[in-house]
């Protein structure tokens, strides 16, 4: 290793390479295609009032509340009935005073009309799906107060109110929301898009049948999901051999195709340590910190490269620690914060290396809650780390934590 850093030196050596992600571009997509956690860059206006027009809540009928004011049990109040509003085009006829029309959920309420009585309130009792024009008149055996069951224009949201904001990850009741009020298109964040090359001669792709002395390829697959999960985008996905004419050709075609690159494996002190041997102008560094002590950041063919360490555990937290905060911010996303929590138990470890234990909240997750070690130190146990909720911070000069100490988690 040509140098020693520790995590924080690192963490702004490795944002300082990638800073070129920070403005990225947009794009426009339908909401009629894949716009599920799409991170929206601006902010969506309501172009119209919502609801657009005044349109009744109820099944009923409109009235002048005046009219029905006296209206209670044992002095019912009959109007004569004008006409059938439904909810389809068109614009009623005002209501004369003294009158009531039938009218359906959603349908434009009369002008002169302040009330809706729905029909469980009326001698109809239930309009029971019955198109019947006949009807000419109507008892109603309750009053209603002005505006009840009257859907204002803009009580849902007034027109050029913000619906939805910048940096929603869109959902679908965002969608809904940019349904109603007629916005087909929303403008996106251009994900990240980053390559991912598994080095490893013993690798095999999970669905693939390991001969002797292989292994299945843990990384790949995972460095995928946390990517997606940050807001990036898998542009490339290889797995090479130890043999660094291979290596060095897969990451130029990931420089290529991808804004960043990302490689595990061979970058220790073995026998063959191809990402080093493929990558001569990348920093190779030991950073005080386990697992993921070995690191690597440069440029392969222009782009930015950051070579994680091969062992499973170590390329998923080298991920957390150095890299998902700066793809979540590319993509508008918050950071996922460290909180304080209480350690369950006592661990010790090793003097001058920041280690980060893997922890499962004990009780309710949260800042201040009580948090356990899973599993040990080893950077192979990825049994362990699924099991975890969290990574917890224990600082290079500590030696040991004591039952009830209180550390920094790092959400997984
Ligand atoms: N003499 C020394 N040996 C090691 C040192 C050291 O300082 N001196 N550092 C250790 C540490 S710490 C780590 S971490 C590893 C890093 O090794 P490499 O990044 O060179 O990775 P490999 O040797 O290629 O693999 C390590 C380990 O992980 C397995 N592996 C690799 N890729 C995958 C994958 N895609 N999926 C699942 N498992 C993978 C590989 O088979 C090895 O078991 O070096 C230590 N050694
Ligand atoms: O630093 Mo390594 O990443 O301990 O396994």
């Excluded at 204002?152 to 990850?169: F, I, K, M, Q, Y």
């Excluded at 470890?349 to 280690?355: A, E, I, L, V, W």
């Amino acid at each position: 290793m040509s140098e020693r850093v520790d995590v924080e030196q690192h963490r702004a050596d490795v944002a300082e390479l990638l800073a070129e992600l920070a403005d990225r571009p947009t794009e426009e997509v339908s909401i009629h295609r894949e716009v599920l956690g799409r991170v929206l860059a601006r902010d969506v206006v309501a172009p119209v009032p919502l609801p657009r027009f005044r349109n009744s809540q109820m099944d009923g009928f409109a009235v002048r509340a005046a009219d029905v004011a006296s209206a209670g049990p044992g002095t019912p109040v009959t109007l004569p009935v004008a006409g059938d509003v439904a909810a389809a085009p068109g614009e009623p006829a005002a209501l004369e005073p003294g009158t009531a029309v039938r009218i359906m959920t959603g349908a434009p309420v009369p002008a002169g009309a302040d009330a809706v009585v729905p029909v469980e309130d009326t001698d109809h009792v239930t309009f029971n799906g019955v198109h019947d024009d006949s009807v000419t008149k109507v008892e109603v055996l309750r009053g209603r107060d002005a505006g009840e069951f009257v859907r204002e224009p803009g009580s849902d949201v007034p027109e050029g109110a913000v619906v939805l904001r910048a940096g929603t990850v869109l959902a679908p009741h965002h969608v809904a929301a940019a349904a109603a009020c007629g916005i087909a298109r929303l403008t996106v964040r251009v994900p990240v898009s980053v390559a991912i090359v598994s080095t490893g001669s013993e690798l095999v792709a999970p669905d693939g049948e390991p001969g002797p002395g292989q292994i299945w390829d843990a990384n790949g697959p995972a460095l995928a999901a946390a990517v997606r999960a940050a807001g990036g985008r898998v542009g490339l996905r290889l797995t090479v051999p130890d043999e660094p004419e291979i290596v060095r050709m897969g990451l130029e075609r990931a420089a290529a195709l991808c804004d960043v690159v990302l490689t595990t494996g061979g970058v220790s002190q073995g026998a063959y340590e191809v990402v080093k041997e493929a990558l001569p102008d990348v920093t190779f560094r030991s950073v005080a910190m386990q697992p993921g002590g070995p690191q690597g950041l440069g440029r392969v063919a222009g782009k930015p490269v950051l070579t994680f360490p091969g062992n499973p555990v170590s390329a998923q937290v080298s991920f957390v620690v150095f890299l998902r905060d700066i793809l979540r911010q590319a993509s508008s996303l918050p950071p996922v914060e460290p909180v304080p929590a209480v350690l369950d138990a006592a661990v010790g470890s090793p003097d001058g290396k920041r280690q980060l234990l893997r922890g499962r909240w004990v009780a309710d997750a949260g800042a201040g809650a009580r948090v356990a070690v899973v599993g040990g130190p080893g950077s192979h146990l990825v049994a362990s780390m699924a099991a975890a909720d969290v990574l917890i911070d224990v600082p290079a000069a500590t030696t040991t934590l004591s039952d009830g100490a209180e550390v920094t988690v790092w959400p997984l």
